[in-house]
């Protein structure tokens, strides 16, 4: 930090990697150009040679109605959202701008999505593994975590489709107030009356992750969110990439934050919510002991799950087993369409 008086710094400045205080954020080609109509700035082709977008030019590092929809949408201020390659880079951004490689470690609750520690790991960032409680909710003393820039809490949580309280959460807020508390809300479109969106102007240590990939059924153009303070979002914009969003994503995400858009989504999320009723209804019929979901998937424990691994396997059908120890005898389904319902529960009528 050098000169600068470490109390005249905010908590994202206090826990960003020193050296990053230094910076200037990089001045991407759209920020540079000034006014005019003669572009010349950023060595692009004058040519634009497809039928989409002006694909010869360079988007904006953060297009301005990719972030005013999902404000909209979010109901976050424009002023305290971040867009990027899906929640993903939002992981791995976080990591780089906050822990010192060899030093600083990340928290997680296990079992949980594995992005958190992979991301870790290939910055040699420290990862501070605790466990979910038997019914997979938070420990009750999570003063443990302490020492770790980054707490990341994943709710509704992939695998186990469980969810936490908002009250709970808000508590986690309150005793960690000089970390980060990352609450991952990729499924959160499954659960609303679950989000701490609006818990982001309370609580400086607050941020989100969200994503376009599960809901709004766009996991193939690579787009998320981060939410949080205008201190986390000012530090997060001296790592991210100039470019972040192509050009063509950033359209196909506004058109998917319309109204009709988001009429879709949630039509599609009581259509797989249904769907996942009949599947879990029919699994727990089967004999299989299934773990309640907020989210578009669920993880069911088998007596013996070779024999169903095998025969989903058989059939054609791709679902995700585990080696964490907590989940060797359980399967993950996603929800899916009518059509591909019947025919999981029919393959898994004749296994069990
Ligand atoms: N968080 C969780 C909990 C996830 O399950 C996933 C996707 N598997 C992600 C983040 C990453 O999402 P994205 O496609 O936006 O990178």
Same mark, same amino acid.
């Given at each position: 930090?050098?000169?600068? &008086?470490?109390?005249?710094?905010?908590?994202?400045?206090?826990?960003?990697?020193?050296?990053?205080?230094?910076?200037?954020? %990089?001045?991407?080609?759209?920020?540079?150009?000034?006014?005019?109509?003669?572009?010349?700035?950023?060595? =692009?082709?004058?040519f634009?040679?497809?039928? #989409?977008?002006?694909?010869?030019?360079?988007?904006?590092?953060?297009?301005?109605?990719?972030? &005013?929809?999902?404000?909209?949408?979010?109901?976050?201020?424009?002023?305290?959202?971040?867009? /990027? *390659? /899906?929640?993903? &880079?939002?992981?791995? #951004?976080?990591?780089r701008?906050?822990?010192?490689?060899?030093?600083?470690?990340?928290?997680?609750?296990?079992?949980?999505? /594995?992005?958190?520690? $992979?991301? @870790?790991?290939?910055?040699?960032?420290?990862?501070n593994? +605790?466990?979910?409680? =038997?019914?997979?909710?938070?420990?009750?003393?999570?003063?443990?975590?302490?020492?770790?820039? +980054?707490?990341?809490?994943?709710?509704?949580?992939?695998?186990?489709?469980?969810?936490?309280?908002v009250?709970?959460?808000?508590?986690?807020?309150?005793?960690?107030?000089?970390?980060l !508390?990352?609450?991952?809300?990729?499924?959160?479109?499954?659960?609303?009356?679950?989000?701490?969106?609006?818990?982001?102007?309370?609580?400086?240590?607050?941020?989100?992750?969200?994503?376009?990939?599960? @809901?709004?059924?766009?996991?193939?153009? *690579?787009?998320?969110? +981060?939410?949080?303070?205008?201190?986390? $979002?000012?530090?997060?914009?001296?790592? $991210? @990439?100039? %470019?972040?969003?192509?050009?063509?994503?950033?359209?196909?995400?506004?058109?998917?934050?319309?109204?009709?858009?988001?009429?879709?989504?949630l @039509?599609?999320?009581?259509?797989?919510?249904?769907?996942?009723?009949?599947?879990?209804?029919?699994?727990?019929?089967?004999?299989?002991?299934?773990?309640?979901?907020?989210?578009?998937?669920?993880?069911?424990?088998?007596?013996?799950?070779?024999?169903?691994?095998?025969?989903?396997?058989?059939? /054609?059908i791709?679902?995700?087993?585990?080696?964490?120890?907590?989940?060797?005898?359980?399967?993950?389904?996603?929800?899916?369409?009518?059509?591909?319902?019947?025919?999981?529960?029919? !393959?898994?009528?004749?296994? +069990?």
């Open positions: 930090v050098g000169a600068i &008086e470490m109390s005249t710094l905010n908590l994202a400045e206090r826990l960003a990697r020193p050296e990053l205080l230094n910076l200037e954020p %990089y001045q991407s080609a759209r920020r540079i150009g000034g006014r005019g109509d003669i572009w010349i700035n950023a060595n =692009e082709s004058p634009n040679r497809t039928e #989409l977008a002006r694909l010869n030019r360079y988007p904006e590092c953060q297009p301005p109605e990719l972030i &005013e929809a999902y404000s909209k949408y979010s109901k976050v201020p424009a002023a305290n959202i971040v867009c /990027g *390659r /899906g929640a993903d &880079e939002a992981i791995e #951004l976080l990591i701008a906050f822990c010192v490689p060899g030093r600083d470690s990340i928290a997680i609750f296990g079992p949980t999505y /594995g992005m958190y520690s $992979i991301s @870790a790991k290939t910055f040699n960032v420290g990862v593994a +605790l466990s979910l409680t =038997e019914d997979y909710a938070l420990p009750a003393d999570v003063s443990g975590v302490k020492g770790c820039k +980054l707490v990341f809490i994943c709710n509704p949580n992939n695998p186990t489709g469980t969810v936490l309280s009250e709970r959460i808000e508590q986690v807020l309150q005793q960690l107030p000089e970390q !508390v990352v609450v991952d809300e990729a499924y959160i479109e499954f659960c609303p009356e679950y989000s701490v969106a609006n818990l982001l102007a309370s609580y400086p240590n607050l941020v989100i992750l969200r994503t376009l990939s599960k @809901a709004f059924a766009l996991a193939g153009a *690579r787009c998320g969110f +981060l939410m949080a303070n205008t201190d986390v $979002i000012n530090i997060i914009m001296l790592v $991210i @990439a100039p %470019y972040p969003v192509p050009l063509p994503v950033s359209t196909l995400a506004v058109n998917a934050l319309s109204d009709a858009g988001i009429s879709n989504m @039509a599609d999320v009581e259509l797989l919510k249904a769907q996942g009723k009949r599947l879990g209804d029919a699994l727990t019929e089967l004999g299989a002991n299934v773990v309640p979901s907020g989210a578009n998937f669920l993880l069911a424990y088998f007596d013996d799950v070779a024999t169903v691994s095998n025969g989903l396997k058989e059939a /054609g791709v679902a995700r087993a585990y080696r964490d120890p907590r989940l060797v005898d359980a399967i993950r389904f996603s929800f899916t369409n009518e059509a591909e319902t019947n025919q999981i529960i029919a !393959v898994l009528r004749n296994i +069990l």
